[in-house]
């Protein structure tokens, strides 16, 4: 049967990349190795880095002065990484979710942290506005914002003027729409929601941000060493970097971030609209700042008990992953760049399916 994978991470990624994938892993470039088993200094590897970053600039119109660089440890390393960095007396942060809470507690570990704004009353439903909701504290080191929160299916759609550096988590949303990289002092993610397999972290870095905290900062977590080293200040993760070349070039062949914007538009919309037209099911997140990428839903008070049999019914015919987080509950869709339209309408289907004989 065929799998429609709605997976919120480790997720979805272009069946050519898998595939090219998996000839590298057998023999790379024809040279007679696996990628596994080949040198990070190896000459046919270089090349793959070098290209990665100079398509990550291309892709997302990087301006001079960043850098890019592959790293490990997972977004979540970087949740204390960026206060060791650039956190000299205090930071602000937006509170939005699990992975801002998580980026937050970091933090406080190495200043004073203020938290500017928190949807947290309301389950995280909303993402707060700069200007509107809350004010950007002059006086702090930096701004850090989650641009998509992929737990409770919000997403920030627009780069924020700010007078003091942005700091973005942006795991879930990278590459699914353009954005104005000069506005932001730093962006990072996980590559595992929308570009590579798990075990590869990105970071795009404003150079002059860097060396201004007065403390010691270990090597390995120094961003400038990693700049320094092209990436290769000790072993990086080779195979994903590979990886995640081959879904920049597909990227790049599919029309880049303007065309990803143009479909995950209307996979989102065809999905929402099917949920605000549904009896049975409804969305949580508030309408203007519903993510394109994790939709979350949830049965209608009175259909409640029917969520088990809805997710069995749903497996039945396919889907995969759409078990929403257990701190929302109900269903979650994740529609990353490489989910097809067509999964999005075998969602619908089974649930206008199970609707018309449970409703
Ligand atoms: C998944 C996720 C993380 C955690 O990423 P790891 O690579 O597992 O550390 C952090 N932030 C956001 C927004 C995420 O979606």
Redesign the pocket.
Known sequence: MKKHNFNA?PSILPREVIEKTAQAVLDFENDGLSILEISHRAKNFQPIVDEAVALFKEILNIPEGYSVIFLGG????EFCMVPFNFLEKKAAYVNTGV?AKKAMKEAKGFGEVVEVASSANDNFTWVPKAGKDYQIPADADYLHI?T???IFGTELFSDIDSPIPVIA?M??DIFSRPIDVSKYGMIY??A??NLAP?GV?FVIVKNDLLGKVSRYIPTMLDYRTHIDGGSMFNTPPVLQIYTALLSLRWLKAQGGVKEMEKRNIAKAELLYNAIDNSKMFVGTARKEDRSRMNVCFVMKEQYAHLADDFIKFATSKGMVGIKGHRLVGGFRASIYNALPIESVQALIDCMNEFEKANA
């Open positions: 991470g997972g977004a979540s390393l992975w989650t998509n929160n992929t988590d795991s879930s993610g996980g595992q929601k798990a972290t």
